[in-house]
Structure formats: C-alpha cells, structure tokens
C-alpha cells in the first residue's frame, strides 16, 4: 500500500519517525483510512534511542523501526511529502530534493536532551494533529440551482 504521508528527513532516526508514529497512531485510533511512512536521505541505522525513549512514554514503541532510504518508488504516489528541516545548503536535504513538499522546519534532535526531545515530540504531536484535520475535511460539494 502506497502511503498518504511520507515524512523525509536526513537520517530518518528521529523527526520523521516520530512523525510517522504519531500519524499511524492518530489515524489508526480515529479509525481514518490513512497512512504514513518515513524515510532519509543518509539514513542511520537506527531509531535515536532517546526519542524511543520519549515516544515510550507516550505508549508508542519505535525502538525496532528501521531507518530507510528514501527511494522514488516511495515518492509515486503518495499524497503529501512532508520534510522535518535541515541544513539548506546541504546535499543530502531533502528539502532541496522535494521542493514541493512541506517543511516543518524542526531541529534535529541528535543533539538533544530528553526535556528538550520531549517538547520536540509535543510539537510533532500538534502538526500531525492539524495534518490529519487538514486531510479528513469533509469536501463541500456546491449547490446546483434548479
């Protein structure tokens, strides 16, 4: 199945993996048909442990997810690209790759504590929130006039 939503990052070890939980999550609670998969343009090779950490405290277990390659097989097709933000001038940005995509402009959490981690987590948590309300809008259709 062809993801809705692919979340890229550069390392696909933190941002977009907790991006790609929360939607998963959120969609699969509210019993809405949509998906999301993440992906980096230099993937690591694995989840950063203390946003496991942090995504544990909110009941969602990332410790066993994969970073993957973003491939353009992933890119056909899917409704919405969204970018976590990185360096511009970097080559490995997907920003620069997908400029149609949306870019939430986050930090990388590398470098992070976890109070910090957990405040990116929540911020995370309120884009996916207006995501998900942004793509289950019901359509209006126009009034005929007889």
Excluded at 15 to 28: G, K, V, Y
Excluded at 80 to 91: K, L
Excluded at 103 to 113: A, I, K, Q, R
Aim: proline share 6%; with cysteine; aromatic share 4%.
């Amino acid at each position: 199945m062809i993801p809705n939503v692919l979340f890229v990052c550069v390392h696909n070890s933190g941002r977009s993996q907790m991006a790609e939980a929360w939607f998963n999550h959120l969609a699969e609670r509210r019993r809405i048909d949509l998906s999301a998969r993440s992906a980096g343009t230099d993937p690591a090779t694995t989840v950063l442990p203390l946003v496991a950490f942090v995504m544990a405290e909110r009941g969602i277990d990332i410790s066993l997810q994969i970073p993957n390659l973003v491939t353009d097989e992933m890119v056909l097709g899917t409704d919405q690209i969204v970018t976590m933000g990185c360096d511009i001038g970097s080559d490995r940005c997907p920003a620069i790759r997908y400029r149609h995509a949306v870019d939430w402009e986050l930090p990388d959490p590398s470098h992070m504590g976890v109070e910090e981690i957990r405040r990116l987590r929540d911020v995370i948590y309120d884009k996916v929130e207006q995501l998900l309300s942004h793509m289950t809008l019901p359509v209006i259709q126009p009034q005929t006039q007889v």
